[in-house]
Each structure stands twice: as C-alpha cells, then as structure tokens.
C-alpha cells in the first residue's frame, strides 16, 4: 500500500536555528516528491517538486534532499523565522502505468518557531 | 500573482441538507481537483476533472458527491445530503499539467460544518 510517514509529529525551534524534517514512503515506482507548507486553515502552497533522478532541490531557506534507494526524503530550513511556523506536508506522486493514480500525501509535520 | 478562489470560505448547514461549494481555478489550467481536511487529519483526494469529465475519484467521493464545470470558470463540488462526517475543509486545486508532473496550487479552502 502506499504510504507516506512523516517524523517527528510536531517540532517546537527557537527563532534563527536550523531545523530537518524527514519523511519516508513506501510508494513505488513514483514521478516525483513534493513539499507543502500549510499555514493553519489556510491551503497547501508547494515548497518544492523534486523528480525521482533529483537529490536535492532549493527555494530560498527551504532545501530538500531525496534518496530514491532507501525512499527517504529530508526538508531542512535554515535561519527559521516566525512565519515558518506551519504544517509541512510530503507528498509523493506515484507513476502508474493509468496514469491517475492519485497523490499520496503524508500527515504533516507541525513546526511552530518560537522567539 | 494568478490564484486558486474558493467560496464560501465557511459554511454551516444542517445534516441532510445539500452544499455547493465554489471555486475559480486558475485561468490557464486544464486539471482541476478537489480535496479534504478533516481537522487534524492528513488531505485526503475526492476527484480529478479534466476535459469537461472526471478522470479519477476516490471512494470518498460516493454518489453523494458530485462535481461540475457549468460555465467554464468555476468548478463546483456539490454534496447532496450532508453527514456529519462531511464536516472539513474542502480544497480545490488546479494544474496546468497532469498532477502527476505539474504543479498542484491550492485555494485556501471552505470550511463545511455540519450539525
């Protein structure tokens, strides 16, 4: 079945430091793998879409790393700041061969930046 | 900046009564999608439409739901009789490309209560 599994639950930081989000999936063969910050009650806005020949993939503070072998991806930010403060969500798209099979999305990790 | 509008941002109805919820996706996009939040839980796809048809669904998305392009601009998600377990945030999404290549961008969402 496929899966994707985010740790930890939720991170508590201080304002300036650096922090790593990990997700791991079970989703093979797939297209690519996505990051998404989700503001409370607000909708899911892409970070970053690496395809699976990608190791790493950059928006600014956020860098993403992908290792297709041991399906484990990684989000770190760097300096947070207060408005990182957010759900971020992995999500994997899967290749079917239909080519509909939807999008898997992972729980979330909640990061809340402290000052 | 183009963006996904959705509407009602917050609606309560009674169970058994039906909803309509609105979205205006992005102009230039051909792939549109719905998804949902229960509080506190991981999105969850209902359906994808693409060329006037619905090209994939979820088991969610049960003859209770249905979904409609009427004028082509909004894209409409339509629960006839609500349950209480309806009660969560819906998502509208669209794409330029396949969601399984493109990227997705979400509305902000409307908020279903059901009582």
């Known amino acids: 079945k496929n899966q994707v599994e985010q740790s930890p639950q939720s991170l508590i930081i201080l304002e300036g430091k650096n922090c790593t989000l990990q997700c791991n999936y079970t989703v093979s063969p797939f297209s690519n793998l996505r990051w998404y910050k989700q503001d409370t009650g607000r909708g899911p806005v892409s970070l970053t879409i690496?395809?699976?020949?990608?190791n790493t993939k950059s928006n600014g503070r956020y860098t993403a790393t992908l290792d297709a072998d041991t399906k484990q991806s990684s989000l770190h930010i760097t300096a947070s700041q207060l408005s990182d403060s957010a759900s971020y969500i992995c999500v994997v798209s899967p290749l079917s061969r239909r080519g509909n099979t939807p999008l898997v999305f992972g729980k979330g990790t909640r990061l809340s930046v402290i000052a | 900046e183009p963006e996904v509008t959705q509407t009602p941002s917050h609606q309560v109805t009674q169970m058994g009564q039906e909803v309509i919820l609105r979205c205006v996706p992005i102009?230039?996009?051909?792939?549109f999608y719905w998804y949902r939040q229960i509080l506190g839980q991981k999105v969850e796809f209902l359906v994808s439409f693409y060329n006037n048809e619905i090209s994939e669904k979820s088991e969610i998305f049960d003859d209770q739901f249905s979904v409609e392009r009427p004028d082509g601009s909004n894209f409409t998600l339509k629960i006839r009789s609500t349950k209480l377990e309806d009660s969560a945030m819906y998502f509208c999404a669209s794409s330029e490309q396949d969601y399984q290549v493109g990227e997705l961008f979400f509305g902000e969402g409307s908020r279903l209560t059901v009582l």
């Open positions: 690496m395809t699976f020949s990608e």
């Open positions: 102009s230039n996009h051909l792939y």
